[in-house]
């Protein structure tokens, strides 16, 4: 395998820097009620709550609050639908030990859960929201910018790229430009290649296994593979069988330079994970010690 060159070691979140030398799993948590593979299931404040606790138990480093479906053909909701749902969730995690990202297009909701002790923007618009990367710029709140064509009602209609992984890395280096431009700090910004978000089977396992195209940029990557369909497309299965696709996807990236890990599963991937750690770490120690043979 190609040698891997520097990785982005730390992501800024307001006040704190996460560390990034080791892989972060965030555990993800979806208050809707028709998310592709768990809609219903947490849309009770107590039940999400003790869920994103359950999570952190189990290895979630971050968790990752999302009230608004962007499964392929999702209609948006209004705002305040989409606060109502969140708010109560927030109120209940005031002691959560680990940061909180808000998955949302909408200012409004972002600079309430921010309020409400969110420390970062999951943006699957890729700064495209007017506002949202000055949201980010004025608080210091850490910014995940996705790649996504066009909008979750249109985004599966063409996912034909002449190079998917340039175009893609072309996209998210100019929006990662633009948040510096308005104010951002470029510690404060992730970037994430958008699994399913307009792509083609294909253009998805090009995206993994050209990552460390991506990983050049020196921002940190957040890879989101859990259950995904092109999952499903490939070992024929349901959204509740496709457990062994997500590790698989989570340990390739993670060997392309992925960091943060935007899963559902958190036991397993954090167990597989940390064995594929474990043999990276092999891996560098072993070139360090060639390059000290050969001085
Ligand atoms: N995928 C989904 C939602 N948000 N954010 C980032 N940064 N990366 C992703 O790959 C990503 C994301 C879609 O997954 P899920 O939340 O499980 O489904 P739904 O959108 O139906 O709620």
Same mark, same amino acid.
């Given at each position: 395998? #190609?040698?891997?060159? *520097?990785?982005?070691?730390?992501?800024?979140?307001?006040?704190?820097?996460?560390?990034?030398?080791?892989?972060?799993?965030?555990?993800?948590?979806?208050v809707?009620?028709?998310?592709?593979?768990?809609?219903?299931?947490?849309l009770?404040? /107590?039940? %999400? %709550? /003790?869920?994103?606790? #359950?999570?952190?138990?189990?290895?979630?480093g971050?968790?990752?609050?999302?009230?608004?479906?962007? $499964?392929?053909?999702?209609?948006?909701?209004?705002?305040?639908?989409?606060?109502?749902?969140?708010?109560?969730?927030?109120?209940?995690?005031?002691?959560?030990?680990?940061?909180?990202?808000?998955?949302?297009?909408?200012?409004?909701?972002?600079?309430?859960?921010?309020?409400?002790?969110?420390?970062?923007?999951?943006?699957?618009?890729?700064?495209?929201?007017?506002?949202?990367v000055?949201?980010?710029?004025?608080?210091?709140?850490?910014l995940?910018?996705?790649?996504?064509?066009?909008?979750?009602?249109?985004?599966?209609?063409?996912?034909?790229?002449?190079?998917?992984v340039?175009?893609?890395?072309?996209?998210?280096?100019?929006?990662?430009?633009l948040?510096?431009?308005?104010?951002?700090?470029? /510690?404060?910004? #992730?970037l994430?290649?958008?699994?399913?978000?307009?792509?083609?089977?294909?253009?998805?396992?090009?995206?993994?296994?050209?990552?460390?195209?991506?990983?050049?940029?020196?921002? *940190?990557?957040?890879?989101?593979?859990? $259950?995904?369909?092109?999952?499903?497309?490939?070992?024929?299965?349901?959204?509740?069988?496709?457990?062994?696709?997500?590790?698989?996807?989570?340990?390739?990236?993670? #060997?392309?330079?992925?960091?943060?890990?935007?899963?559902?599963?958190?036991? *397993?991937?954090?167990?597989?994970?940390?064995?594929?750690?474990?043999?990276e770490?092999?891996?560098?120690?072993?070139?360090?010690?060639?390059?000290? /043979?050969?001085?």
């Amino acid at each position: 395998m #190609a040698r891997l060159g *520097p990785v982005a070691a730390r992501w800024r979140l307001v006040d704190r820097n996460l560390s990034l030398d080791r892989p972060v799993i965030a555990g993800i948590l979806n208050v809707t009620p028709d998310s592709f593979s768990d809609g219903g299931a947490f849309l009770d404040p /107590e039940v %999400a %709550a /003790e869920h994103a606790f #359950a999570m952190v138990e189990d290895g979630a480093g971050i968790i990752d609050i999302g009230a608004e479906s962007t $499964r392929p053909g999702a209609e948006g909701i209004p705002a305040d639908v989409e606060w109502q749902r969140l708010g109560p969730v927030f109120d209940a995690l005031t002691d959560l030990p680990v940061p909180i990202s808000v998955d949302t297009t909408r200012v409004e909701v972002a600079e309430r859960a921010l309020d409400a002790g969110a420390v970062a923007i999951n943006d699957v618009s890729g700064g495209r929201t007017p506002g949202l990367v000055e949201l980010a710029a004025r608080t210091g709140a850490g910014l995940v910018l996705m790649h996504m064509r066009g909008n979750p009602r249109t985004m599966q209609e063409d996912t034909r790229y002449h190079d998917v992984v340039a175009d893609v890395r072309d996209v998210l280096s100019t929006a990662r430009d633009l948040a510096v431009a308005v104010g951002c700090e470029s /510690e404060q910004v #992730a970037l994430d290649p958008g699994l399913g978000f307009g792509k083609s089977v294909e253009g998805n396992l090009e995206l993994i296994a050209r990552l460390d195209e991506l990983v050049s940029l020196g921002a *940190p990557v957040w890879i989101g593979p859990s $259950r995904k369909s092109f999952l499903g497309s490939l070992l024929d299965s349901p959204a509740d069988e496709r457990l062994e696709g997500t590790i698989a996807a989570c340990v390739t990236a993670l #060997a392309g330079g992925a960091r943060v890990f935007r899963v559902h599963d958190v036991a *397993p991937v954090a167990r597989a994970l940390g064995v594929a750690w474990a043999v990276e770490a092999a891996r560098r120690n072993e070139s360090e010690s060639g390059r000290a /043979e050969s001085t």
